[in-house]
């Protein structure tokens, strides 16, 4: 509750459950999100945190064909952002970009980049690559996992390779691992599989069932964060995946989506059904600690939850972390409304 | 007086003066005082003056002091006379009686001269007369003592010849002390003539010692001989100067051996410390184990005295043994309390044990038997007082467990309860038992356990304090929540989560509260009120509380958790499987609502059996609502725009109205706290629940009949839930929330009209009423 005061919103028209960082804006703190309705035109919103933070203003409204399931911004190009879409029957996934002299109309139409259209199913997501300059992509459904290479000149993405994870998995999502280039984590019904696109075979997975949501931590290398329905946020270590290293008790209902800080290591952000978002602090995914850990954590059994934001009338979907301020993360809940937090108070002290 | 008293005196001392002078030839060593105020006018000096004085005196003075001095002198004068002529007579007199004497010495020795010649002739012929006997007599006496030299000789030899007789006759009466006197009598003669004269006589006495070292030896070995003898017959050989040393190797050797006899048996253990127990009643009957063994090793420690003394330099074998004794009776103490040992037994082989340890302390005091046992007495006795704990808490597991086998009839009987209540019951009792068996080893008054009280009242409070902790860890174990990354505890594992029945966490949260509200605090009681004197603080009731409290909390969430989990898969699948955008128009409801309602039926069961009923309670408005303090720009009237467009059939309105409702409805609050009673625990599983269901509908995608199917669904569980559960009007909430979000995500909104609505739902009743029918007619026909 007392980080309510502090929050700056933003109201979509309609519901929505996507909000993306604008990465590589670097001259401001732009998130990117797009609505989610069924009969209604659709939209994408360029928001941007004026200079001041006081305000969150829009700076291009987009139509967008289709109800937006997933989005994610190009991490090289600000204009670049890709989106799963649904007509309600069908799903599809594509690359945008934002039509040059943007924010001058009101709404304007978006350019389509490519057509991620090499699945059947439902679609989950799309990853960009996130170490930057890459254009790789890859594109989930809940069978296949498709790498594509883009060419933003050309506008066309071409499949590089196709795998098929199998029927009995149906993969929900991943993430793309910031340390290795190579390796992307999926979640499936019954594991978080990760996957080597240089051979694109499953080489790893973590038997745990039901995962909604995963995270690779961007400071430290071997660490994942995952959210689930029922029993919160695990925290792993790689190297010995067979238990997380700590639980944190995640939300009342399910814990919808984790993000982990891009700066501060121990900062982990979650949001969950139960119409909140929490932060927690969770010094646990420092790995020389870890041997020490055990005996601290029992005797200081600290509440790890350093916030819980509950400003909210629905539940919440989306979350982002700013990269370019990274004390500020973004969080849009189902009725549309965008809220900008600051989480200064709770930065730990260096 | 005193005035006339000093002139008197000065007269007397000058007197004193001048007759000293007189007598002593140097004035000035006598009287140097006087000397050195002598001057002119000192008439006693011996510088003075006469003329001078004269002179002064009639200058200084007028005639009457000139007279006065005048008489005074003359007095003075005649004084002095008087006294010359007292001192003359007196010495005089000394000198006449002086000369008497010497007359009288002269005339007494006159005449003594003639005793003395008589006397010196008498003693020359006293002494001549005797030298005369003695001449004549030495020639017989001589000859005597000859005779009696070659008499002892004789009975020497005698003695000699007689030695093998003698020998054969005390080995028949078996007097080895004696034999053993006489021949190392005869040793050095049968040493010197032993090749010679007494050459028979020495092989036949040889022979016969030859026998009787090997008696004694066999003596010294054999087993039913006792101690003493066997120690005496040890002294003898070793007088016999046969070898002791390989002799005492072997005694203690079998000493050694006799250590296996005196061990206490783990096995035997208990039946030994139950007759220590009895013998106290039943004094008469003294021939149980434990007087045998007290016999045993009263006898090992005689033995130890006894080999002490006739081989002193044993003593660090014997010191080995010793202590190899103690630290065996106390290995085995540790073998024997490995398993359920009640403290009266502990304490009856720790009495024991201690008797052991006392009795050989008597005869080796130097051994510090007693630093050694009170050493391993401690490590015991801690080991003690951890198992049992643990085998406390191995019980309270027991009892959780022991019930948890059938499923099927977790739910339906009231076997819940039953375990609740035994588990509740076993670690009340338990606990209580357990500070009984506590006070018991502190009331005992052996000496080691007095010096031991507080260290042991520390193990206690620390073993409560670690109990409970072990306690609730075991219990999150247990529940599954906390996962196998503790897997020493190792108790539940390959137990993996889904399998632990959700019941069991239920019984184990109340029983945390059990624990924090009765057994803690009782448990506290008694410390406090049997330890008051304690200084070590080790048990804090106050975070043991905390712990449980907190521990009751989780796991009565978990309880939930599981339970929500198990409803959450029954709607995933519901919601993952059929194609929601194709479904077919609705002709029943679907049986995933009764799995649903079953589920929720097995949790009120179960809550039922476990938590106590709470006061029906009011649903709480949130108060938080309004304090929207985001600055929004969202307009309010999205459901009325999309409303107002739509065309106005009857049951659209209706759902317009759903929807309006919900607008002008308060926020509720959904997620409260949960609290132990019956009825909040099935209302937090229901909300959640539904919360979920909401959650589902909203990833998909539905079509007229999805929605339609999706609406009969909610319209049958309103009935039941409301029936459930206290909160009705969260609950009208959630499931119109459920029908909000369906029609949010659907391609058509097209309600069923209430008729047919009703109609699908009374044959679903119909159906599940025939359905428990025939359940009801099986069971009794059965």
Same mark, same amino acid.
């Given at each position: 509750?007392?980080?309510?005061?502090?929050?700056?919103?933003?109201?979509?028209? /309609?519901?929505?459950?996507?909000?993306?960082?604008?990465?590589?804006?670097?001259?401001?703190?732009?998130?990117?999100?797009?609505?989610?309705?069924?009969?209604?035109?659709?939209?994408?919103?360029?928001?941007?945190?004026?200079?001041?933070?006081?305000?969150?203003?829009?700076?291009?409204?987009?139509?967008?064909?289709?109800?937006?399931?997933?989005?994610?911004?190009?991490?090289?190009?600000?204009?670049?952002? $890709?989106?799963?879409?649904?007509?309600?029957? @069908?799903?599809?996934?594509?690359?945008?970009?934002?039509?040059?002299?943007?924010?001058?109309?009101?709404?304007?139409?978006?350019?389509?980049?490519?057509?991620?259209?090499?699945?059947?199913?439902?679609?989950?997501?799309?990853?960009?690559?996130?170490?930057?300059?890459?254009?790789?992509?890859?594109?989930?459904?809940?069978?296949?996992?498709?790498?594509?290479?883009?060419?933003?000149?050309?506008?066309?993405? !071409?499949?590089?390779?196709?795998?098929?994870?199998?029927?009995?998995?149906?993969?929900?999502?991943?993430?793309?691992?910031?340390?290795?280039?190579?390796?992307?984590?999926?979640?499936?019904?019954? $594991?978080?599989?990760?996957?080597?696109?240089?051979?694109?075979?499953?080489?790893?997975?973590?038997?745990?069932?039901?995962?909604?949501?995963?995270? /690779?931590?961007?400071?430290?290398?071997?660490?994942?964060?995952?959210?689930?329905?029922?029993?919160?946020?695990?925290?792993?270590?790689?190297?010995?995946?067979?238990?997380?290293?700590?639980?944190?008790?995640?939300?009342?209902?399910?814990?919808?989506?984790? *993000?982990?800080?891009? !700066?501060? !290591?121990?900062?982990?952000?979650?949001?969950?059904?139960? @119409?909140?978002?929490?932060?927690?602090?969770?010094?646990?995914?420092?790995?020389?600690?870890?041997? !020490?850990?055990?005996?601290?954590?029992?005797?200081?059994?600290?509440?790890?939850?350093?916030?819980?934001?509950?400003? /909210?009338?629905?539940?919440?979907?989306?979350?982002?972390?700013?990269?370019?301020?990274?004390?500020?993360?973004?969080?849009?809940? /189902?009725?549309?409304?965008?809220?900008?937090?600051?989480?200064?108070?709770?930065?730990? *002290?260096? | 007086?005193?005035?006339?008293?000093?002139?008197?005196?000065?007269?007397?001392?000058?007197?004193?003066?001048?007759?000293?002078?007189?007598?002593?030839?140097?004035?000035?060593? &006598?009287?140097?005082?006087?000397?050195?105020? +002598?001057?002119?006018?000192?008439?006693?000096?011996?510088?003075?003056?006469?003329?001078?004085?004269?002179?002064?005196?009639?200058?200084?003075?007028?005639?009457?002091?000139?007279?006065?001095?005048?008489?005074?002198?003359?007095?003075?004068?005649?004084?002095?006379?008087?006294?010359?002529?007292?001192?003359?007579?007196?010495?005089?007199?000394?000198?006449?009686?002086? +000369?008497?004497?010497?007359?009288?010495?002269?005339?007494?020795?006159?005449?003594?001269?003639?005793?003395?010649?008589?006397?010196?002739?008498?003693?020359?012929?006293?002494?001549?007369?005797?030298?005369?006997?003695?001449?004549?007599?030495?020639?017989?006496?001589?000859?005597?003592?000859?005779?009696?030299?070659?008499?002892?000789?004789?009975?020497?030899?005698?003695?000699?010849?007689?030695?093998?007789?003698?020998?054969?006759?005390?080995?028949?009466?078996?007097?080895?002390?004696?034999?053993?006197?006489?021949?190392?009598?005869?040793?050095?003669?049968?040493?010197?003539?032993?090749?010679?004269?007494?050459?028979?006589?020495?092989?036949?006495?040889?022979?016969?010692?030859?026998?009787?070292?090997?008696?004694?030896?066999?003596?010294?070995? &054999?087993?039913?001989?006792?101690?003493?003898?066997?120690?005496?017959?040890?002294?003898?050989?070793?007088?016999?100067?046969?070898?002791?040393?390989?002799?005492?190797?072997?005694?203690?050797?079998?000493?050694?051996?006799?250590?296996?006899?005196?061990?206490?048996?783990?096995?035997?253990?208990?039946?030994?410390?139950?007759?220590?127990?009895?013998?106290?009643?039943?004094?008469?009957?003294?021939?149980?184990?434990?007087?045998?063994?007290?016999?045993?090793?009263?006898?090992?420690?005689?033995?130890?005295?006894?080999?002490?003394?006739?081989?002193?330099?044993?003593?660090?074998?014997?010191?080995?043994?010793?202590?190899?004794?103690?630290?065996?009776?106390?290995?085995?103490?540790?073998?024997?309390?490995?398993?359920?040992?009640?403290?009266?037994?502990?304490?009856?082989?720790?009495?024991?044990?201690?008797?052991?340890?006392?009795?050989?302390?008597?005869?080796?005091?130097?051994?510090?038997?007693?630093?050694?046992?009170?050493?391993?007495?401690?490590?015991?006795?801690?080991?003690?007082?951890?198992?049992?704990?643990?085998?406390?808490?191995?019980?309270?597991?027991?009892?959780?467990?022991?019930?948890?086998?059938?499923?099927?009839?977790?739910?339906?009987?009231?076997?819940?309860?039953?375990?609740?209540?035994?588990?509740?019951?076993?670690?009340?009792?338990?606990?209580?038992?357990?500070?009984?068996?506590?006070?018991?080893?502190?009331?005992?008054?052996?000496?080691?356990?007095?010096?031991?009280?507080?260290?042991?009242?520390?193990?206690?409070?620390?073993?409560?304090?670690?109990?409970?902790?072990?306690?609730?860890?075991?219990?999150?174990?247990?529940?599954?929540?906390?996962?196998?990354?503790?897997?020493?505890?190792?108790?539940?594992?390959?137990?993996?989560?889904?399998?632990?029945?959700?019941?069991?966490?239920?019984?184990?949260?109340?029983?945390?509260?059990?624990?924090?509200?009765?057994?803690?605090?009782?448990?506290?009681?008694?410390?406090?009120?049997?330890?008051?004197?304690?200084?070590?603080?080790?048990?804090?009731?106050?975070?043991?509380?905390?712990?449980?409290?907190?521990?009751?909390?989780?796991?009565?969430?978990?309880?939930?958790?599981?339970?929500?989990?198990?409803?959450?898969?029954?709607?995933?699948?519901?919601?993952?499987?059929?194609?929601?955008?194709?479904?077919?128009?609705?002709?029943?409801?679907?049986?995933?609502?009764?799995?649903?309602?079953?589920?929720?039926?097995?949790?009120?069961?179960?809550?039922?059996?476990?938590?106590?009923?709470?006061?029906?309670?009011?649903?709480?408005?949130?108060?938080?609502?309004?304090?929207?303090?985001?600055?929004?720009?969202?307009?309010?009237?999205?459901?009325?725009?999309?409303?107002?467009?739509?065309?106005?059939?009857?049951?659209?309105?209706?759902?317009?109205?759903?929807?309006?409702?919900?607008?002008?409805?308060?926020?509720?609050?959904?997620?409260?706290?949960?609290?132990?009673?019956?009825?909040?625990?099935? +209302?937090? +599983?229901?909300?959640?629940?539904?919360?979920?269901?909401?959650?589902?509908?909203?990833?998909?995608?539905?079509?007229?009949?999805?929605?339609?199917?999706?609406?009969?669904?909610?319209?049958?569980?309103?009935?039941?839930?409301?029936?459930?559960?206290?909160?009705?009007?969260?609950?009208?909430?959630?499931?119109?929330?459920?029908?909000?979000?369906?029609?949010?995500?659907?391609?058509?909104?097209?309600?069923?009209?209430?008729?047919?609505?009703?109609?699908?739902?009374?044959?679903?009743?119909?159906? &599940?009423?025939?359905?428990?029918?025939?359940?009801?007619?099986?069971?009794?026909?059965?």
């Amino acid at each position: 509750m007392q980080g309510g005061s502090s929050g700056i919103g933003y109201g979509l028209k /309609y519901q929505a459950r996507c909000i993306s960082d604008v990465k590589a804006d670097t001259d401001h703190t732009s998130f990117l999100t797009g609505t989610l309705s069924l009969k209604e035109e659709n939209e994408v919103h360029l928001l941007r945190l004026s200079s001041g933070g006081s305000e969150l203003v829009c700076e291009g409204l987009f139509s967008h064909p289709n109800e937006i399931w997933d989005l994610a911004s190009c991490p090289f190009d600000q204009r670049i952002f $890709s989106t799963v879409f649904s007509t309600g029957e @069908s799903f599809g996934a594509a690359i945008w970009q934002i039509p040059e002299p943007y924010g001058q109309s009101n709404s304007s139409t978006l350019e389509c980049v490519a057509s991620l259209d090499a699945h059947v199913g439902k679609i989950n997501c799309v990853l960009w690559c996130p170490s930057g300059k890459s254009d790789k992509l890859i594109s989930m459904d809940e069978q296949n996992l498709v790498l594509w290479s883009l060419d933003s000149s050309k506008k066309s993405a !071409e499949v590089v390779s196709k795998e098929s994870a199998g029927m009995r998995h149906s993969l929900s999502g991943g993430a793309w691992n910031p340390h290795d280039v190579n390796s992307v984590a999926a979640t499936s019904e019954s $594991s978080i599989q990760f996957w080597d696109l240089r051979t694109m075979k499953n080489v790893n997975s973590i038997d745990r069932a039901h995962v909604r949501n995963v995270d /690779y931590n961007t400071k430290r290398e071997h660490i994942l964060v995952t959210a689930d329905d029922e029993s919160g946020i695990h925290i792993w270590d790689l190297r010995k995946a067979k238990v997380p290293v700590q639980e944190l008790p995640g939300h009342t209902h399910w814990t919808w989506a984790v *993000r982990c800080n891009p !700066e501060y !290591e121990e900062l982990i952000l979650s949001v969950g059904t139960d @119409s909140a978002v929490n932060l927690w602090f969770a010094s646990a995914s420092s790995d020389n600690q870890a041997s !020490e850990r055990s005996a601290e954590a029992s005797r200081q059994r600290v509440n790890p939850l350093l916030n819980s934001y509950t400003d /909210y009338e629905d539940s919440v979907y989306g979350l982002a972390w700013s990269s370019r301020e990274p004390w500020i993360f973004a969080s849009l809940s /189902y009725d549309g409304r965008v809220v900008i937090e600051s989480v200064k108070p709770f930065l730990p *002290r260096r | 007086m005193a005035t006339e008293a000093a002139p008197m005196d000065e007269k007397a001392k000058r007197m004193r003066d001048l007759l000293s002078s007189f007598y002593t030839p140097d004035p000035s060593i &006598s009287t140097p005082t006087s000397s050195i105020s +002598t001057s002119f006018d000192n008439i006693n000096g011996p510088s003075f003056d006469a003329d001078q004085y004269m002179d002064l005196m009639i200058k200084k003075s007028n005639l009457d002091v000139l007279l006065q001095r005048h008489v005074q002198m003359a007095a003075e004068i005649k004084n002095l006379d008087t006294d010359l002529q007292m001192l003359v007579y007196e010495n005089y007199n000394k000198f006449i009686s002086a +000369t008497d004497t010497i007359k009288r010495m002269k005339s007494n020795i006159f005449g003594m001269e003639g005793n003395m010649d008589q006397l010196l002739h008498k003693i020359m012929s006293v002494q001549s007369r005797s030298d005369g006997v003695n001449t004549s007599l030495f020639e017989k006496r001589e000859h005597i003592e000859k005779l009696h030299r070659t008499r002892n000789l004789l009975r020497k030899v005698q003695f000699i010849y007689d030695l093998p007789a003698r020998l054969q006759k005390c080995i028949k009466s078996e007097a080895y002390g004696d034999a053993v006197r006489f021949y190392t009598g005869a040793m050095p003669i049968l040493k010197v003539y032993g090749d010679t004269s007494f050459k028979d006589c020495r092989r036949a006495s040889e022979e016969a010692i030859e026998t009787i070292i090997k008696n004694l030896q066999t003596k010294l070995f &054999s087993d039913s001989e006792s101690i003493q003898a066997r120690a005496e017959a040890a002294v003898l050989l070793k007088q016999l100067d046969v070898p002791v040393d390989s002799l005492k190797d072997k005694l203690l050797e079998k000493l050694e051996q006799s250590l296996d006899g005196l061990q206490i048996n783990p096995d035997e253990a208990s039946k030994l410390a139950e007759h220590n127990v009895s013998s106290k009643d039943e004094e008469s009957n003294n021939q149980g184990p434990a007087k045998i063994h007290e016999d045993a090793v009263r006898g090992f420690s005689e033995a130890m005295r006894a080999y002490r003394e006739i081989f002193p330099d044993s003593e660090e074998r014997l010191f080995k043994l010793a202590r190899a004794l103690t630290t065996t009776h106390f290995e085995n103490m540790e073998l024997y309390i490995r398993k359920r040992v009640s403290a009266a037994d502990f304490l009856g082989i720790f009495r024991i044990i201690w008797e052991d340890v006392v009795l050989m302390d008597e005869v080796l005091p130097e051994a510090a038997l007693s630093d050694l046992s009170a050493e391993a007495a401690q490590v015991t006795l801690k080991q003690f007082v951890a198992r049992t704990f643990s085998h406390l808490q191995q019980d309270i597991s027991d009892t959780l467990l022991k019930f948890d086998i059938n499923q099927k009839e977790v739910v339906d009987g009231e076997v819940l309860k039953v375990v609740l209540e035994a588990s509740g019951k076993a670690v009340l009792q338990g606990t209580t038992d357990i500070f009984q068996e506590f006070r018991q080893l502190l009331d005992e008054n052996t000496g080691i356990f007095v010096k031991m009280n507080d260290l042991l009242i520390g193990w206690i409070q620390k073993g409560f304090q670690d109990f409970f902790r072990s306690l609730e860890s075991h219990f999150l174990v247990l529940s599954g929540k906390t996962s196998s990354s503790n897997e020493t505890e190792g108790l539940v594992e390959g137990k993996s989560s889904e399998k632990i029945h959700a019941g069991l966490i239920l019984v184990l949260a109340q029983l945390s509260v059990v624990i924090e509200q009765k057994v803690i605090p009782r448990i506290a009681e008694e410390i406090t009120a049997s330890f008051s004197g304690g200084n070590s603080q080790a048990f804090i009731p106050g975070e043991l509380c905390r712990v449980f409290h907190a521990a009751s909390e989780k796991l009565l969430q978990h309880y939930i958790d599981t339970r929500t989990q198990k409803i959450s898969n029954v709607l995933r699948k519901r919601f993952k499987t059929p194609n929601w955008v194709k479904h077919k128009e609705p002709r029943e409801v679907h049986m995933y609502v009764d799995m649903l309602l079953q589920q929720l039926e097995e949790v009120g069961k179960e809550v039922k059996q476990i938590l106590p009923q709470g006061t029906f309670r009011k649903h709480k408005r949130s108060d938080s609502n309004g304090s929207n303090t985001t600055t929004s720009s969202r307009s309010t009237t999205l459901h009325s725009d999309k409303m107002a467009r739509s065309n106005s059939q009857r049951a659209r309105s209706q759902l317009f109205e759903t929807h309006l409702a919900k607008l002008f409805k308060q926020k509720v609050e959904i997620f409260t706290k949960v609290e132990f009673t019956q009825e909040s625990v099935v +209302t937090t +599983t229901v909300k959640l629940c539904l919360k979920s269901l909401q959650e589902y509908v909203r990833l998909q995608t539905f079509n007229r009949s999805g929605f339609q199917q999706i609406q009969l669904d909610i319209q049958f569980l309103k009935a039941p839930l409301k029936e459930t559960v206290e909160d009705e009007a969260a609950i009208d909430f959630l499931l119109d929330e459920v029908i909000v979000a369906a029609s949010e995500r659907c391609l058509d909104v097209t309600p069923l009209e209430p008729p047919i609505l009703d109609k699908l739902i009374q044959a679903k009743l119909a159906k &599940s009423k025939e359905h428990n029918n025939n359940n009801n007619k099986t069971t009794v026909s059965s």
